[in-house]
Each structure stands twice: as structure tokens, then as C-alpha cells.
């Protein structure tokens, strides 16, 4: 047979499929075969979890966690007691505008107000008896996100009243004033300027809306969208219930019987008993992220026709620990870049100690969210927080694309069930000494 008509070469030169020379990218069978193997591997741990402890799960219990007394309700009075400070606010600011009061006698009223919003709720968990611990952090992370909400909202109104000082013609983007080009159907609700904004109506809609940072005008939906409500609604009722029963069904039992080994100091069994409670530690933590930042905020923000739906950006991507604080939470983001970096920055500090400055705040916020509630103070979840400049600083040095990727998600899984370790153990030694858990 003539080589001119038939071709009997069966090899060309290519690399292995599997080599990152080739250049090839779709893993999607891959991605199934681990989705299936972490449902499977799962399932065999809920269903040993069933066969060992029974079944745990109480809806009614979750109603002690809030409430002592049921005729005590102080996590409830107390965050309607909030409304003496939201109210200050706006009346200082009501002050400002006319000049009856100077900017500085301002500045001092804000900062006693904001100073004695958080001491004022501190003092209420720490001497009411009938407060419970997750009252306590419920109560403690409204008034927490108040304090952030003011104090945004006299930089704010400050800003606006330079520029008008200024006799300036118009008010730029960048002190969120109107001229803000409004899209989505917006135009139905009229833009103010200020001082119009001085209103009741204004300050609680900012209150209630889904951000920390405020501005005259927020973009506004044209409508409220049923199915789009309902839809989160319901994720909202059923990742709730969700969340609960994996809490007492299954982080509850692992988080006692952990214990033993820490008052042993079994090494060995730490890490075990840490390695165990990791998993379905992050499985909370994802599913309430979706709760709360899609869930919950899109509900709120349909509500109210706020526009702004970002609240999250592709944390799971993050390839370094600084890109995965800016892009999970992106309201606190904003409000820690408008209202404290840059403003750092402004002054002439540089980028490491102004982002440091950032992780001290928060390491600050989540160590009160925790030791105030809980009566008693560890600062666990201080040091965790100021463990992650050493740890973004050497991610993004010496760890790049997959890896970085690989050492932010070690870092969640890992991370968090020590510190719930760390203060479940203090919290049992101090107020449950004399229970013997079982091994």
C-alpha cells in the first residue's frame, strides 16, 4: 500500500493531560466526583452521629438561649432603648446645620454618644442576670452595627456641610451627595440635599437598610420583586432551622466531648477532637453566610428597595488572606475604607500600619462580641484576628495562585473550631466545673 494514501501515524507531539503544560481545564467531572464524595462522607458522619447521640435536635430549647424569663426580655428593651442614641444623632446633627452649635461642640456630643452607646449596652449584658449569652450577642451586634451607622453618618453630614461652607456648586460622589447619576428605575423617589436629610424618615431608613456606610441618596430598586421576596424568605426559614439542628445535633456532642482531652492535655486527642469538629464547624459557617449576606440582607434590601446588592463579592477565589477580609464581608469593608483607612491614609500613614489600624478594630469588635456575652475575657478572639497580619503578610509573600488559595480556605476550616474550643473550654470550667461530660 502506497505511503502517498495512507497516513499510519498514530503520535503527534503533546504533553499528558493531567501536566499544566497541556494546557487543559476542564475538571468538572473531577468537581462531581468531590461533591459526591463530601455528601457521601458526610452522610456517614450524621448518620454515626444518629446512631451514637439520637436525636438531639429541640426547636424549643433555642427559645432558652434567648430567654431566662420569658417575662424578662432584656436583650429586646435593650435594643429598643438604642433609639435614645440614633435619635441624638440626628438631633446634634439638626443643631449643626442651623449653627446653634459649633463643629466642635458637634464632634464632642458625637463622640460621647457613640463612646456611651457601647459602654451603656457592655454594662447591661454584664450586670443583668437574666441576659443570656446569645441575647447578649444578638443585642451587642445591633448596637455594634449602630455604632457603625452613626458614626458614618456624621462623617457624612460633616462632609456635606464643608462642601456647603466651601459655597461649593455642586456636591461630588465622593461625599455622597446627589449628583449621583441614579439608576434602576430610581428616579420614582427624589433626591434630597442637605440639610433636607435631616429627617426621622431618612435616619431610619438608613438604620434599616443593608449598609454601614451612609449617603443622601441610596440607588433604589423600582419595585419590590414578590417572587424574588418570597424565594428568600423562605431560604431564610429553612437554612434557620437548618442551622439549629446542626448546631445541637451535631457541634454541640463533639464540642463537650472535647473537652476531657483538653483537661487532660491529651495532644494527640486535641487535634483529633479539633480535626472533628472542623467539619461540621465550616459547614455552619458557610451555610450562615449565605443566610445572612444573601438570604437575610436581600430580603431587607427588597423590603426597602435598596439598590446596592453587593454585599459579597468572590471571597472563594482569594488567593491572600487581605483579599478574602475585603471581599466576604463588603459592607464592613467600606465602611473600615471610607471611614478609617483611607482617612489613615489621608494623614500620611503608611499602607501596613493603616491596614494594621483596620485588623486592631476588628479584632477589637469580635473579642466584644464574644467576652461581653459570655462574661469573661480571654481575648481569643483578639489574637485571632491579629494572627492574620503575620499570616496575610506571609500568604502574600511566599504563597501564589492555588496555594494562597488553598492556605485562606485552611485557615477557615481550621482556624475558627480553635478558638470555639478555646472559649467553650473557659466558659465550661467556669460555670460548669462540676459536670462530668461523657468521653
Not at 456630643?109 to 449569652?133: G, W, Y
Not at 491529651?266 to 472533628?276: C, G, H, T, W, Y
Amino acid at each position: 500500500m502506497s505511503s502517498g494514501n495512507f497516513d499510519s501515524s498514530c503520535h503527534v507531539l503533546q504533553e499528558s493531560l493531567l501536566s499544566s503544560a497541556s494546557g487543559y481545564s476542564n475538571y468538572r467531572g473531577i468537581l462531581n466526583w468531590c461533591v459526591v464524595m463530601l455528601v457521601l462522607s458526610n452522610a456517614r458522619l450524621f448518620l454515626e452521629n444518629i446512631i451514637k447521640y439520637g436525636i438531639l435536635v429541640d426547636p424549643i430549647q433555642v427559645v432558652s438561649l434567648f430567654l431566662k424569663d420569658p417575662y424578662s426580655w432584656p436583650a429586646a428593651c435593650l435594643i429598643i432603648a438604642s433609639n435614645l442614641f440614633i435619635l441624638t444623632a440626628l438631633y446634634v446633627e439638626r443643631r449643626l446645620a442651623v449653627g446653634t452649635i459649633s463643629e466642635t461642640t458637634g464632634r464632642i456630643l458625637h463622640i460621647f454618644n457613640l463612646t456611651f452607646m457601647l459602654t451603656f449596652s457592655s454594662a447591661t449584658v454584664l450586670s443583668v442576670t437574666s441576659m443570656t449569652p446569645v441575647g447578649g450577642v444578638f443585642s451587642l451586634g445591633i448596637y455594634t452595627v449602630l455604632f457603625l451607622k452613626l458614626y458614618s453618618y456624621q462623617d457624612a453630614n460633616r462632609w456635606c456641610r464643608e462642601i456647603r461652607q466651601a459655597k461649593a456648586k455642586s456636591l461630588t460622589r465622593s461625599y455622597s451627595c446627589p449628583d449621583v447619576q441614579q439608576s434602576n428605575g430610581s428616579a420614582v423617589h427624589s433626591l434630597v440635599s442637605y440639610p433636607g436629610n435631616l429627617t426621622h424618615r431618612d435616619m431610619y431608613y438608613f438604620v434599616f437598610a443593608p449598609t454601614l456606610c451612609y449617603q443622601l441618596n441610596f440607588p433604589r430598586s423600582p419595585r419590590i420583586r414578590k417572587r424574588f421576596l418570597i424565594r428568600r424568605l423562605f431560604e431564610m426559614l429553612f437554612l434557620m432551622q437548618l442551622l439549629v439542628g446542626l448546631i445541637q445535633q451535631w457541634m454541640v456532642p463533639t464540642i463537650q466531648n472535647s473537652m476531657k482531652p483538653f483537661r487532660e492535655m491529651d495532644f494527640s486527642r486535641m487535634v483529633e477532637r479539633l480535626l472533628k469538629l472542623a467539619v461540621p464547624n465550616h459547614l455552619i459557617w458557610l451555610i450562615f453566610f449565605y443566610w445572612f449576606f444573601h438570604s437575610s440582607m436581600n430580603v431587607v434590601a427588597e423590603l426597602l428597595q435598596f439598590g446596592d446588592r453587593e454585599f459579597y463579592r468572590d471571597w472563594w477565589n482569594s488567593e491572600t488572606v487581605t483579599y478574602f477580609w475585603a471581599n466576604w464581608n463588603i459592607p464592613v469593608h467600606k465602611w473600615c475604607l471610607r471611614h478609617f483607612y483611607k482617612p489613615m491614609l489621608k494623614r500620611g500613614t503608611n499602607k501596613f500600619l493603616a491596614q494594621t489600624a483596620v485588623f486592631l478594630v476588628s479584632a477589637f469588635f469580635h473579642e466584644y462580641l464574644v467576652s461581653i456575652p459570655l462574661k469573661m475575657f480571654r481575648l481569643w478572639a483578639f489574637m485571632g484576628m491579629m494572627a492574620q497580619v503575620p499570616l496575610a503578610w506571609f500568604v502574600g509573600r511566599y504563597l501564589n495562585g492555588n496555594y494562597g488559595n488553598a492556605a485562606v480556605w485552611l485557615s477557615l476550616i481550621i482556624g475558627q473550631p480553635i478558638a470555639v474550643l478555646m472559649y467553650f473550654h473557659d466558659y465550661y470550667v467556669i460555670h460548669h466545673e462540676s459536670v462530668k461530660l461523657s468521653p
